[in-house]
T-cell receptor
Framework: KQEVTQIPAALSVPEGENLVLNCSFT??????LQWFRQDPGKGLTSLLL?????REQTSGRLNASLDKSSGRSTLYIAASQPGDSATYLC????????????FGAGTRLAVHP | DGGITQSPKYLFRKEGQNVTLSCEQN?????MYWYRQDPGQGLRLIYY???????QKGDIAEGYSVSREKKESFPLTVTSAQKNPTAFYLC???????????FGSGTRLTVV
């Protein structure tokens, strides 16, 4: 059974720091991995989608890497800003008959001025 | 703009009452999903549907029911059989094949 773990559960940093959020999964047979952002009481916003054949994806100050063989992904946030404060969720799409996402519990990030 | 609309944003349910959460999408996506989110936990799949008039149970389907009569709509009913329904409910959709999801803004259900 696929399980997704995110470390750390919470992180508080001063503005301007470069951050690394970690995601690990137990079954390397995935189709893709997606990082989402969730603001309090809101839905999820997709940040980056990495296909299983890819090693990384970049969008602005965000960079996500994928190492399928070791079951790991990292989300790198450069030059963090207070507006980056949110919960970041990692999810993998499993192999099988349909496009099922399995989520980690998330990393709650607070960036203070 | 294309997207997913969930309503209502907040919903209160009395003990023993059935309530229905609405989810509508105009993205022309084939697949739709319902997830439940509890504090400090990841999202858990309740039901999903890949095509009209077909849907499958997810990991925590007990106490819930769905219908998919139109491609655009995938309502979720929380029945009185669901003993702990207080949670944040998220609807999502995706194109056919293995691609990224789009999520709605959620409905917060509280039992009073």
């Amino acid at each position: 059974k696929q399980e997704v773990t995110q470390i750390p559960a919470a992180l508080s940093v001063p503005e301007g720091e470069n951050l690394v959020l970690n995601c690990s999964f137990t079954d390397s047979a995935i189709y893709n991995l997606q990082w989402f952002r969730q603001d309090p009481g809101k839905g999820l916003t997709s940040l980056l989608l990495i296909q299983s054949s890819q090693r990384e994806q970049t969008s602005g100050r965000l960079n996500a890497s994928l190492d399928k063989s070791s079951g790991r992904s990292t989300l790198y946030i450069a030059a963090s800003q207070p507006g980056d404060s949110a919960t970041y969720l990692c999810a993998v799409t499993t192999s099988g008959g349909y496009n099922k996402l399995i989520f980690g519990a998330g990393t709650r990030l607070a960036v203070h001025p | 703009d294309g997207g997913i609309t969930q309503s209502p944003k907040y919903l209160f349910r009395k003990e023993g009452q059935n309530v229905t959460l609405s989810c509508e999408q105009n993205l022309n996506h084939d697949a739709m999903y319902w997830y439940r989110q509890d504090p400090g936990q990841g999202l858990r799949l309740i039901y999903y549907s890949q095509i009209v008039n077909d849907f499958q149970k997810g990991d925590i389907a007990e106490g819930y029911s769905v219908s998919r009569e139109k491609k655009e709509s995938f309502p979720l009913t929380v029945t009185s059989a669901q003993k702990n329904p207080t949670a944040f409910y998220l609807c999502a959709s995706s194109p056919q094949g293995v691609r990224g999801y789009t999520f709605g803004s959620g409905t917060r259900l509280t039992v009073v």
